[in-house]
């Protein structure tokens, strides 16, 4: 019964092809998150600078639209029906940004300071939205899933998913004081979301090669203190250099793509 379980619960990662255990539904995870980000946006204070909240949604909007033209052109027209995208800025001098299952993504204006041009905004925004098209977060609820309840008692856990899901939902978004961060991914995902959020701005039409020169500027501003970004994200050398070699590869999707 177990094995069967694990079996149905395989996925694939969009881009990479990477196999993964996706033991929750979609709708419910969804529907996790959209819970989260409500109770988020309650207590947070909406930016009032109209220009750079236009930047946000122009810059995640063209993302969005890349995003969901990859999923349609390779056969995944089911996934598009998943997201319903908005992009809020939000008055917070952190230097940070996050994406829930579902595509609602929130940018806080101190990431502005370093993301000064909409291209590296798209840095930032492409790979949150990598995030939740590659169902990270429901790959760590999964995870966590197995942990807790272990494989002897794994069926008997996932025959009341709906009360597990809401038990693990608060570790997996990262709630309480660290809410909305989505805390953490693991150096897999977040090395995939850097490639498929690179693949993402090319096909939107910014240049992935920024993605580099961001990421080495963020570096840079860690002395002393890390920006919240950075905070559990690989933010060494081996970042930059794994997207050097992976840029080629995003461009050459982007081109076959056109």
């Known amino acids: 019964m177990v094995t069967c379980l694990l079996l149905s619960g395989c996925g694939a990662v969009p881009v990479t092809g990477r196999r993964q255990i996706l033991l929750v539904s979609d709708q419910e995870i969804f529907q996790a998150g959209l819970v989260q980000y409500k109770e988020y946006l309650s ?3 909406i930016s009032s600078d109209p220009t750079s909240s236009a930047m946000v949604r122009n810059v995640g909007r063209k993302l969005a639209d890349a995003t969901e033209y990859y999923l349609k ?5 089911t996934e598009v029906s998943n997201f319903a995208w908005e992009f809020n800025l939000v008055k917070d001098s952190q230097v940070n940004a996050f994406c829930m299952p579902g595509g609602k993504i929130v940018v806080y204006e101190g990431l502005l300071s370093v993301a000064q041009t909409e291209a590296e905004l798209a840095v930032v ?9 590659a169902k990270h977060s429901n790959e760590r609820m999964s995870q966590q899933i197995l942990a807790q309840s272990g494989l002897a008692i794994l069926s008997s856990a996932l025959s009341e998913k709906s009360a597990v899901v809401r038990e693990t939902a608060t570790t997996v978004f990262g709630l309480g004081a660290q809410v909305g961060l989505m805390l953490p991914y693991s150096r897999r995902h977040e090395y995939e979301a850097d490639f498929m959020g690179v693949v993402f701005m090319e096909l939107a039409g910014y240049d992935s090669q920024t993605a580099v020169t961001f990421w080495e500027k963020m570096s840079s501003l860690g002395t002393g203190k890390v920006p919240e970004l950075l905070s559990t994200h690989p933010s060494d050398a081996k970042r930059v ?6 840029i080629p590869e995003a461009k050459e999707i982007a081109r076959n793509l056109r």
Do not use: F, P, Y
């Not at 925004?125 to 098209?133: D, R, T």
């Open 43 to 45: 207590s947070a204070a």
């Open 125 to 133: 925004l492409g790979h949150e939205i990598a995030h939740a098209v």
């Open 73 to 77: 052109t390779n056969g995944l027209q």
């Open 241 to 246: 250099s794994n997207l050097k070699n992976k």
